[in-house]
C-alpha cells in the first residue's frame, strides 16, 4: 500500500512538472513580488519621510468606522483583489480585537472568493459575457482545467490573484464541495501573514 502511495505521488509530481504548474507558481510569484516590494518601499518611505505606519493606522482606525473599511475590502477581494490585503492586516494591528478582526477579514476574503467562483458560473448563462470572458480569461482558464484544486490552493496561499482562480474554477464548474475545500486554505494566508506583519509593526 505504501508503495503504491508514493508511485501516485510520483505521478504527480511528474504530472505538474510536465505540464508547467511549477514553473507557473515561480513566474507568477516573481511577478507578484514586484508589486509587493514596491508596497513595502512605498509604506517604508511614508513611515520614515512622511508619518509614521502606526500613527497612520490609527488615524484611519479612529476616521473609519469599521464596517466601511470591512466592505471596501469584500468589494476588493470580490472583484480580482483590487487591493493588497496586506494594508488591511496592518489595519488591524491597530484595532481593539485584532485577532477577531483578522479572522474576520479572513473569513471575508473567502467569501470574497466563493463570490467570484459564483460570479464564474453564473456569466456562463449570459453568452455576451460569456464569450467575452472567455477570450480575456482563456490563460486561465486552461490552467484551471490542468491543475483544478491546486491552483486554487495556490491562489489562496501565496501572493497570486485569488479571485481570479476563483473565477476561473467557477467558469469550468469546478466541483462545489472541493472547491469549498481548497479555497478554505486562505484562512491560513492570513495567519501567516498577520503573525509577519504583526511581528514587523511590534
Known amino acids: 500500500m505504501q508503495k503504491q502511495k508514493k508511485s501516485r505521488v510520483k505521478l504527480l509530481h511528474q504530472y505538474y512538472k510536465y505540464t508547467g504548474f511549477y514553473s507557473f507558481i515561480w513566474d507568477n510569484t516573481k511577478k507578484a513580488l514586484l508589486p509587493l516590494a514596491i508596497i513595502i518601499g512605498i509604506l517604508l518611505y511614508i513611515n520614515y519621510k512622511v ?39 496592518a489595519w488591524t494591528k491597530n484595532t481593539d480585537s485584532p485577532l477577531l478582526y483578522l479572522a474576520i477579514l479572513a473569513v471575508l476574503s473567502y467569501a470574497g472568493g466563493v463570490f467570484s467562483y459564483y460570479k464564474g458560473r453564473t456569466l456562463l448563462l449570459v453568452p455576451k459575457i460569456n464569450n467575452y470572458l472567455e477570450g480575456k480569461m482563456t490563460k486561465h482558464i486552461k490552467n484551471m482545467q490542468k491543475w483544478g484544486g491546486f491552483l486554487i490552493a495556490v491562489g489562496a496561499l501565496l501572493p497570486l490573484p485569488f479571485a481570479m482562480a476563483c473565477l476561473a474554477a467557477g467558469m469550468i464548474k469546478f466541483p462545489q464541495k472541493q472547491f469549498y475545500i481548497f479555497a478554505s486554505l486562505r484562512v491560513f494566508r492570513f495567519v501567516i501573514y498577520g503573525y509577519a506583519i504583526y511581528s514587523a509593526l511590534s
Open 51 to 89: 508619518m509614521s505606519i502606526n500613527d497612520m493606522l490609527l488615524y484611519v482606525t479612529k476616521n473609519f468606522s469599521d464596517f466601511s473599511i470591512f466592505s471596501l475590502f469584500l468589494v476588493s477581494e470580490s472583484f480580482l483583489g483590487l487591493l493588497p490585503p496586506d494594508i488591511f492586516i
